[in-house]
């Protein structure tokens, strides 16, 4: 499985941008799909993850209300909404995906639950 993650750029705050990311390859076997961020100088944290099956959806408290993951199950990509982008939200969005093995919901946001990853996309929000 591949990920292609996009939609990354210069925002002000205040401001929106969605992020697209397109699995490829044996992407039938995903069942969780979801977005990751790194700031600068910090670990990578959990933002938002959705479940093909159920269509489950979890969010990280900093971004609920703000940002919206969906997804085209047909097309194999998840969409991320993200809008009110503050000087905070500034990072590098990631992609991440895993096959249908249930996670419980406490571990959605596990790093180590997700085996495949995109290569990121930079997100600078400007004050």
């Known amino acids: 499985v591949q990920l292609q993650a996009s939609g990354g750029g210069l925002v002000q705050a205040g401001g929106s941008l969605r992020l697209s990311c397109v699995a490829s390859?044996?992407?039938?076997?995903?069942?969780?799909m979801g977005w990751y961020r790194q700031a600068p100088g910090k670990e990578r944290e959990f933002v938002a993850a959705?479940?093909?099956?159920?269509?489950?959806?979890w969010y990280a408290d900093s971004v609920k209300g703000r940002f919206t993951i969906s997804g085209d199950n047909a097309e194999s990509t998840i969409y991320f909404h993200m809008n009110t982008l503050k000087r905070e939200d500034t990072a590098v969005y990631y992609c991440?995906?895993?096959?249908?093995?249930?996670?419980?919901?406490?571990?959605?946001?596990?790093?180590?639950?997700?085996?495949?990853w995109g290569q990121g996309t930079l997100v600078t929000v400007s004050s």
């Open positions: 959705i479940r093909w099956s159920g269509g489950n959806r």
């Open positions: 991440a995906a895993k096959g249908s093995t249930r996670i419980i919901n406490s571990a959605v946001g596990d790093m180590h639950q997700y085996g495949y």
């Open positions: 390859g044996s992407a039938f076997s995903l069942d969780y």
